[in-house]
């Protein structure tokens, strides 16, 4: 590996600080739990001159309810996730999610906020965070700001943060908190593997009417970035909740993909694979939406 | 040049590194503890997998930077002189390793795994070893030692697994 300088952040306003001083004059990175750049600085030719290790900076480190919703600090770790007993209770699809990623030793060291901001369109938090509307909290040397998670990415490995800002928070907004949600991944196998597709549904159930309310649909590694099924969206908006309707939502979806031909699979295999996910994963929410009745 | 201090199988240790230096590097080049193994060196293989602060990381995704001040096991802290581990006696008797490039970091997974969860199932235990790949020997007779280990670890009888 070639070599960089190194400094350590003591807490996010430390590290906005060092970014906005070093990014002035030098190619920053920020490594957090690494899981991510250290590969890169592996097969990359574009060594940072500089990186700023934020892994110590404990304020990125906490789960917890705020009067805006669900809190998660980007630095907690996708075990943290898997472990968390709030998250475990409002969301287990982010626990399914985060239980796809990689494998134990990557799980332990990889971090949200990292999965988040190294963007590539079949990571694994992505879908159900985009489902649930999250929004993400960016710290900047005038402050915060807040951006929606789907407009967080500009294309594969490219967001909106400019060189002296920062990842922070993920937010889930209150009124999705305990919102019916299931994820489904499809990779070639179950440990070590990136998806070929994968899908969060969410949705809310009007039982008086029997009707879908507010659904949800995300698919990642289908698009450039993780994208909202938005025609299947609208066509369940309303309609009375049956597994005819689910099926016919996963058919509407393949509409909304638009998935590229590669090594792991072609466009056609995963046209169908958003079919019978987004179904499946209607049907999961659904599960989930009757036992929380 | 960066001053890196661990405390590594329970030793306090200090090395003066450069700043791209991985955790795995430091153990083998300045602390000279070879067991953790450089496989793919991007995280993918887990043969230089090590206990951090009690959860299993790839020590070559780690800067030893970060690693500062935080408490590390590698293989040659799960033996004492005179005694082998559980796990490694285990495997040994279940002839779980062939060429053994994998067994450091197998065996830190399966420890990691049994601090935590001393009556793993098999499905676990797969989980658990989903960061390590073995091309040799292969994983079943990984998984028999394992439960052999944690049915002796938690003062049971032996008893012939599956």
């Known amino acids: 590996m070639r070599a960089f300088e190194l400094v350590t952040a003591k807490d996010s306003r430390h590290a906005v600080a060092l970014l906005a001083e070093l990014s002035a004059s030098a190619k920053v990175r920020v490594i957090a739990g690494g899981t991510d750049l250290m590969a890169d600085l592996h097969f990359s030719s574009h060594v940072p001159d500089v990186i700023v290790d934020i892994s110590r ?37 982010l626990v399914d999610a985060a239980h796809t990623i990689g494998a134990v030793q990557t799980r332990n060291l990889g971090t949200l906020g990292g999965n988040l901001v190294t963007g590539v369109p079949s990571m694994d938090s992505g879908p159900t965070l985009v489902a649930l509307e999250a929004v993400v909290s960016i710290a900047g040397p005038a402050g915060r700001r ?101 099926a016919e939502a996963g058919r509407v979806a393949v509409g909304d993909a638009k998935p590229i031909s590669d090594f792991r699979a072609s466009a056609e295999y995963r046209k169908d694979l958003v079919a019978v996910l987004t179904k499946r994963a209607l049907e999961g929410a659904y599960e989930l939406a009757k036992a929380k009745r | 040049m960066i001053t890196v201090t661990i405390n590594v199988n329970g030793e306090k240790r200090t090395a003066s590194v450069p700043p791209e230096t991985s955790l795995l590097r430091m153990l083998r080049d300045n602390l000279n503890l070879t067991g953790a193994k450089l496989g793919c060196d991007v995280g993918d293989c887990g043969a230089c997998t090590v206990i951090v602060d009690g959860k299993t990381v790839n020590s070559c995704l780690m800067l030893a930077a970060q690693a500062d001040g935080r408490t590390v096991l590698t293989i040659e802290g799960l033996a004492t002189a005179d005694r082998l581990h559980p796990l490694q006696k285990s495997f040994e008797n279940y002839g779980s390793l062939q060429c053994g490039f994998c067994g450091p970091g197998v065996l830190m997974s399966a420890k990691a795994l049994l601090d935590e969860n001393p009556s793993p199932t098999v499905p676990d235990i797969r989980d658990a070893l989903g960061g390590n790949l073995c091309r040799c020997t292969g994983y079943t007779k990984m998984i028999e030692a394992i439960q052999v280990a944690a049915r002796a670890m938690r003062g049971e009888p032996a008893e012939k697994t599956a």
């Open chain 1, 57 to 93: 900076a404990e304020d990125l480190k906490n789960i917890a309810m705020t009067g805006e919703g669900l809190s998660i600090g980007a630095l907690v770790t996708h075990t943290q996730i898997m472990r968390s007993p709030l998250i475990r209770d409002m969301f287990p699809a």
């Open chain 1, 146 to 246: 807040q951006v929606p998670l789907a407009e967080f990415w500009l294309g594969p490995r490219k967001t909106v943060l400019k060189p002296d800002e920062l990842l922070a928070e993920i937010i889930i907004p209150k009124q999705n908190l305990s919102k019916p949600t299931h994820f489904l991944k499809f990779g070639l196998r179950k440990g070590q593997a990136l998806a070929l597709v994968n899908v969060a549904a969410s949705f809310r159930v009007d039982w008086d009417k029997n009707i879908f309310v507010a659904p949800r649909i995300a698919l990642g590694a289908v698009a450039p970035k993780v994208i909202r099924a938005l025609k299947a969206e609208a066509y369940l908006e309303g309609r009375t909740v049956t597994p005819e309707a689910m």
